[in-house]
């Protein structure tokens, strides 16, 4: 199993420009997650999603889309990057399930892209 | 909403010796789950160690280990024979236990940095 990957590890933008950070996980999780860090800021969540077609907001999602047409993929979109946006950004995914009876939750975070916008 | 604080920017320890990293959460919630993320500079998000609420017994993983008060609503992180490789930044998390989907959101701390001293 890869996990979780991501795509790219580094990106330069100019304010304006539009991209999309690709997010795949291989390991059949219903749940996947974007994240933003920022310094001294720990992890907030941007977005989320609980299942194919189904997507919502987390803490910061002002400027960042999602969609998630398959189980395996989650990518995040800025449309009109700012400044602002400079971050670290960490895909996840995660399931909640029952072990023996009892509820059990995974998470698995990907390596994280380093996005600088000028 | 859920917060998790932890009061502790930056701690350091000998080599061999044990540390204790504090971390308090708020909640109205009786079911969730708490986590202990280890951050080393390459920034992957590794997860140390994880406790159900239902769960009175103190979770455990070598030389990890946490006290869990779930009335002090306090979740401190114990790392014994303190070891160069645990320099990091070590994240605390809450997730609530969600049943049957619906939602999924971690709420993270700020984060502690851990200097190990040789």
């Known amino acids: 199993n890869a996990g979780v990957t991501q795509t790219p590890k580094f990106q330069v933008l100019k304010t304006g420009q539009s991209m999309t950070l690709q997010c795949a996980q291989d390991?059949?999780?219903?749940?996947m997650s974007w994240y933003r860090q920022d310094p001294g800021m720990g992890l907030r969540l941007i977005h989320y999603?609980?299942?194919?077609?189904?997507?919502d907001q987390g803490e910061v999602p002002n400027g960042y889309n999602v969609s998630r047409s398959t189980t395996e993929d989650f990518p995040l979109r800025l449309l009109s990057a700012a400044p602002s946006q400079t971050s670290v950004y960490f895909c996840a995914s995660s399931y909640e399930g029952l072990a023996g009876g009892l509820a059990s939750y995974e998470q698995y975070f990907g390596p994280g892209t380093r996005l600088t916008v000028t | 909403a859920q917060t998790v604080t932890q009061s502790q920017p930056e701690m350091s320890v000998q080599e061999a010796e044990t540390v204790t990293l504090s971390c308090t959460y708020d909640t109205s919630e009786s079911d969730y789950y708490l986590f202990w993320y280890k951050q080393p500079p390459s920034r992957q998000m590794i997860l140390v160690i994880r406790q159900e609420a239902y769960k009175q017994q103190n979770a455990t993983e070598n030389r990890f280990s946490v006290n869990f008060q779930k009335a002090a609503k306090s979740f401190s992180l114990k790392i014994s024979d303190s070891q160069l490789g645990d320099a990091a930044m070590y994240f605390c998390?809450?997730?609530?236990?969600?049943?049957?989907?619906?939602?999924?959101?971690?709420?993270f701390g700020k984060g502690t940095k851990l200097t190990v001293n040789p």
């Open positions: 998390a809450y997730r609530s236990y969600i049943p049957q989907g619906g939602s999924e959101k971690l709420v």
């Open positions: 390991m059949n999780h219903e749940y």
């Open positions: 999603s609980v299942g194919a077609g189904i997507t």
